[in-house]
């Protein structure tokens, strides 16, 4: 019986998640008719893991890989490479019953819950659906399970009628919250979910996440371009950065001692309460463009627009690599 427990106990501590050595790579086409194919590297060798119950943050600008990185995750799009471990499966290579069972423990909630809910469904029916495609619970159990999420989301029953318009955008977010537990999955996978909305909502909407977690010990994947939404929010942070992760530690450790030029660059945009640290942060800009994403640079992505930048950085891209604990840097600076 002890052994039992100390199994379980070894099982909570295990990750719920292990991506290892994720890429994702698109085709595209440029110039004329007969111009060679090169790739898009949207994903490029990306490792993250996420306990049980805990949220790792995916934070970086537009076009740093996130949302793709997710839904490769996922499998809403193709990895080229790389293993995704999910509550101990092989989640790429799943085919058939065991995929569709494997699929109710992921599900997604997007930033603009106006263009991700069909507008012709009424907000019972936009919930429902995914327990009409990946469960055989009888109507009844349907309904109760509807009724019950409405509840848990703050929603009231007369409002299952409505159609998504006749919502608020924070209510609307919270239909689609109701319509991602639905399946009562183990990870939840929130892109951006409150980047649409006002300061004072989007505090109210983070908080439910908060409370849903630690209710339904969920785990959160949680990307946002904007630290400050994610600081409150997660127990660790993937920085990416053209595709790449520069940067990724607890959350303690990246906030208090952040390393790499471009999460220090990020960090100092974020508003703090803490008057000390204001006064240290000066609101560094990041100059310059980001390099062709289709024509990478030899060394490091971050280098043309780097504060600290010197020849070595041009010539050769710096791994990631610990500097302490989980903590681990992809600079030469670290
Ligand atoms: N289907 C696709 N075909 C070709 N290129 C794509 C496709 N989807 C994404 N990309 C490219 O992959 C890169 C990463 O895009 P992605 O949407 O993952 O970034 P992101 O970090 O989520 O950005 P944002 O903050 O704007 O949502 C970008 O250069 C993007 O143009
Ligand atoms: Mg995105």
Same mark, same amino acid.
């Given at each position: ?23 994702? =790579? ?12 090169? &790739? ?10 996420? @306990?049980?119950?805990?949220?790792? /943050? ?6 740093? $890989? ?11 799009? +193709? ?6 471990? #999910? ?33 012709? *469904? =009424? ?7 995914? *327990? ?24 009231? @029953? ?10 608020? $955008?924070?209510?609307?977010? =919270?239909?689609?919250?109701?319509? /991602? ?15 649409? *909305? ?7 909407? #983070? +908080?439910?996440?908060?409370? #849903? ?6 785990? &959160? ?18 920085? %990416? ?12 450790? *990246? ?6 030029? &471009? ?5 100092? /945009? ?10 240290? %942060? ?22 043309? =627009? ?17 500097? +302490? ?10």
């Amino acid at each position: 019986m002890a052994d039992t427990n100390t199994q379980a106990v070894k099982d909570q501590d295990k990750p719920l998640l292990t991506v290892d050595n994720l890429t994702v =790579r698109f085709a595209v086409k440029r110039g004329g008719m007969f111009s060679k194919k090169s &790739y898009l590297y949207a994903v490029d060798d990306v490792s993250f893991a996420v @306990k049980r119950g805990e949220t790792l /943050a995916i934070v970086g600008e537009s076009g740093s $890989g996130k949302t793709t990185a997710a839904l490769a995750v996922a499998r809403l799009v +193709n990895a080229a490479a790389g293993k995704v471990d #999910l509550a101990g499966q092989d989640f790429l290579t799943l085919e058939g019953e065991e995929l569709r069972q494997a699929r109710t423990k992921v599900q997604f909630i997007f930033q603009d819950p106006y263009s991700s809910l069909n507008p012709r *469904l =009424r907000a019972a029916a936009v919930v429902r659906e995914p *327990l009409d495609s990946l469960t055989t619970m009888s109507a009844e159990e349907k309904q109760e399970t509807i009724d019950r999420l409405f509840a848990e989301v703050g929603l009231h @029953k007369e409002q299952q009628h409505l159609f998504p318009h006749q919502f608020s $955008g924070g209510q609307r977010q =919270r239909i689609g919250i109701a319509r /991602a537990l639905s399946t009562q999955p183990e990870l939840i996978i929130c892109d951006e979910p409150v980047s649409a *909305l006002d300061v004072a909502v989007q505090a109210q909407v #983070l +908080n439910l996440l908060r409370r #849903l977690q630690e209710n339904f010990g969920l785990t &959160y994947l949680f990307i946002s371009h904007d630290l400050g939404v994610v600081q409150h929010m997660c127990d660790s942070v993937a920085v %990416m950065y053209m595709g790449k992760i520069v940067e990724y530690g607890d959350r303690l450790s *990246l906030f208090n001692n952040p390393k790499h030029p &471009y999460t220090i660059a990020l960090l100092s /945009a974020v508003p703090s309460v803490d008057k000390k640290r204001r006064e240290q %942060m000066q609101r560094i800009d990041i100059p310059g463009d980001p390099p062709d994403p289709v024509n990478l640079p030899r060394g490091c992505r971050f280098a043309s =627009r780097c504060p600290k930048v010197v020849d070595k950085c041009r010539e050769s891209e710096p791994e990631l690599t610990e500097i +302490n604990g989980t903590h681990r840097v992809a600079c030469y600076f670290s």
